[in-house]
């Protein structure tokens, strides 16, 4: 069993930047694939970033590569989301989820172990 917690989200403006943590509990957090989505009111979940439990692997979403960095402290049971130069389509619930399979962190969103709550960003123009 995994609990995933988000936080970091806020309102910021376009071009600035915020870091989303994810912090898990549970044991053999390294064992855990981590990906972030992101949804808005009336869409379907968005596929972000992923990292492989070593932190070894990571692959992003066309959307957001070069902008956002994906990152893990296996130490402290934290993978992150650096997102930089946001845009205001950028606003969104953004979750972090864990799997043992790194494939299956994907879009579309299908078998997931492991959901958070999310977190609300919002970037202004």
């Known amino acids: 069993q995994v609990q995933l917690v988000e936080s970091g989200g806020g309102l910021v403006q376009a071009g600035g930047s915020l870091r989303l943590s994810c912090a898990a509990s549970g044991r053999s957090f390294s064992s855990y694939a981590i990906g972030w989505f992101r949804q808005v009111p009336g869409k379907e979940r968005n596929f972000l970033a992923a990292?492989?439990?070593?932190?070894?692997?990571?692959r992003y979403a066309d959307s957001v590569k070069g902008r956002f960095t994906i990152s893990r402290d296996n130490a402290k049971n934290t993978v992150y989301l650096q997102m930089n130069s946001l845009k205001p389509e950028d606003t969104a619930v953004y979750y972090c989820?864990?799997?043992?399979?790194?494939?299956?962190?994907?879009?579309?969103?299908?078998?997931?172990?492991?959901w958070g709550q999310g977190t609300q960003v919002t970037v202004s123009s």
């Open positions: 989820a864990a799997d043992t399979d790194y494939y299956r962190i994907r879009e579309p969103v299908y078998g997931v172990d492991y």
């Open positions: 990292i492989s439990g070593s932190g070894g692997a990571t």
